[in-house]
């Protein structure tokens, strides 16, 4: 597993706000612990070639599961999630 992979599983984390940004761009209805097993899961899954650092955030880009995530590189902290055609 690659630094960047092993230390956003690490240190991963989410605000209050992101929760429902989330569940808006996914068109779901989850609750926050589910948010995050299903982002635990998606970067657990994703390839590290799939992971690209581009300013200060990190894109990890999973086609399989139609998810796009977005995390702050300084504090880990996820921004968003977006769907993506597979």
């Known amino acids: 597993m690659n630094k960047t992979k092993e230390s956003i ?4 984390c989410y605000t ?3 929760y429902g940004r989330i569940n808006k761009k996914l068109k779901r209805n ?14 657990e899954a994703t390839p590290e070639m799939f992971f690209e650092e581009k300013g200060k955030n990190i894109y990890v880009s999973n086609e399989e599961a ?3 995530i977005t995390i702050n590189k300084h504090n880990y902290r996820v921004i968003t999630a977006d769907t993506i055609k597979k």
């Open 66 to 68: 139609g998810i796009r």
């Open 16 to 18: 209050e706000l992101v």
């Open 9 to 12: 599983l690490k240190n991963i």
């Open 30 to 43: 989850l609750s926050n612990r589910e948010i995050e097993q299903l982002l635990l899961k998606t970067i």
